[in-house]
């Protein structure tokens, strides 16, 4: 019997769960006691472990082997009796999720900063998933916060590591710790929604694609399951071996963090279809040739044509989408008859909406898009529903977006990120922002009439939970709108997010640069928040 230690500690500072767990500087959880802190915190907030199951994996970053050891031996140590782990500590979040679910766990611990990058200078973080395979709720997060505020001691055993390299059991103490294929259980659920032989057909017909997993979680899932089963051609998936450091990359699936598969997309001789996923699989971004596809289109075009692939042909229960995400699939939920939800940031917010059935289909502008086949976004999921919908209806992406804002109109879109701005500043901005709502409407700006403006305060329809200030809203005459909110995944000062979003349907307007569509939306923002003030930035350091 392994000899569990009562170690006694101090809180830490800083161990504030943020919008997808808590993300850190690597050497900030490295330091001693942090990582075990927080999980032990962690461990309290969900009612203690005793007689309980998890699940643990990660995205492969750095410190990631080592973590996962020390979990293990803490959860040991606090009373686990199966600890179902990915082999080599990998699981794509969407895999964890699924896992959590199919095993009927308690919950699991993700190891990963998601779409941040990885490595000793970079970032590293740890989110729990509660026993639907959703994120932790706000009240779980804020109960791990208070424990972090009195923690005294942990709990571990003293046993040497396990080699999680081989798949099987093993034994730590009463705990029995399963290493499993992180692959093998989610890739049989991808074959439930989808039709496989559809897929196989399209790529044997020659339709060429290019996936880039960004050396992260996703290269062993896109490698089985769209080349060894559905036959895409072997370096259909780029950046495929995952590394501690994304190959020093920025694991994240946007137009600039993904400039080599931009490249290859927008080249004269494009593959017909391009995506990318982040570091832990969750996010994705979807091309056509010399076509991007918005996060925010990419939902409305998933909602409307999701009937073409096996696991939805019932039609969809309705759809819901975070605040900030552009409002073209309310148009699509609108003329299907299906109920549309607007919830905050972060996928902790639909859990509720998909645990009761009221929706099915789930997107947010920061790449994420996903159904009630898990609790998280997917990006691998996204991927192959594209591709579905691609087999059936045998078009170019070009012409499906074509074709979709012909029908609904399109809603311009932009996303303009500051990025490691002073943190103090950007709160009082946010600050002087709020108190100035009342005094908004009504005013002229940039050509454009401000018609309303809140804090976006949201009332779960299911639990009547209550989250305020959730992001500025200035709704315009005409519909055009702006959003600021500051980032919650950040680890060095302040992201200040700025969502800009105006619908057309002249059909000659269609094909703007958005960027020129959203010329005054634009102006307006700055004026309206005094960005230049605030964060002493004349740019955004991206657009998306
Ligand atoms: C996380 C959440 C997403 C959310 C995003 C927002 O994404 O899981 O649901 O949309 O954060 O990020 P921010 O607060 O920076 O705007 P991920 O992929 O980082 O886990």
Known sequence: MENIMVVPTTPIEGQQPGTSGLRKKTAEFMQPHFLNNFTQATFKAVGGLTGKILVLGGDGRYFNDKAAQIILKMAAANGLSRLIVG???????PAASNLIRQ??????????????????????????????????TESVT????????????????????????????QQLGQMIAEVVDPVRDYHSLMETLFDFDAIRDLLASGFSITVDAMHAVTGPYAKAILEKDLGAPTGSVLNAVPLSDFGKGHPD??????????????ADDAPDFGAAMDGDGDRNMILGRSTYVTPSDSLA?????????????????????SMPTSRAADRVAEKLGIDAFETPTGWKFFGNLLDAGKVTLCGEESAGTGSDHVREKDGLWAILLWLNILAVRKQPVAQIMEEHWAEYGRNFYSRHDYEGVDAARAKEMISALSGSLDSLPGTKIEGLVIQAADD?????????????????????????????????????????????ERYEDSPELLQQDPQVALAPIIRAAEKIAQIQKYTGRDAPDVKT
């Open 301 to 321: 075009v998933l909602v409307a044509n999701a009937h073409f692939a096996p696991g939805y042909k019932g039609g969809l229960a309705g759809v819901a989408r």
């Open 456 to 500: 976006f305060s949201y009332s779960d329809p299911v639990d009547q939970s209550v989250s305020p200030n959730q992001g500025v809203r200035i709704m315009f005459e005409g519909g055009a709108r702006i959003v600021f909110r500051l980032s919650g995944t950040g680890t060095v000062g302040a992201t200040l997010r700025v969502y800009l």
């Open 253 to 266: 699936p946007n137009p600039v963090w993904a400039k080599e598969l931009m490249g290859i997309m927008f």
């Open 103 to 136: 095993r009927k766990a308690d919950g699991g611990i993700i190891l990963s900063a998601s779409h941040n990058p990885g490595g000793p200078e970079e970032d590293f973080g740890m989110k729990y998933n509660m026993a639907n395979g959703g994120p932790a």
């Open 142 to 169: 804020d109960r791990i916060l208070e424990e972090t505020r009195t923690i005294n001691f942990y709990q571990i055993v003293e046993a040497p590591d396990l080699d999680l390299s081989k798949l099987g059991i």
């Open 87 to 93: 082999q080599d500590v990998l699981l794509s979040t």
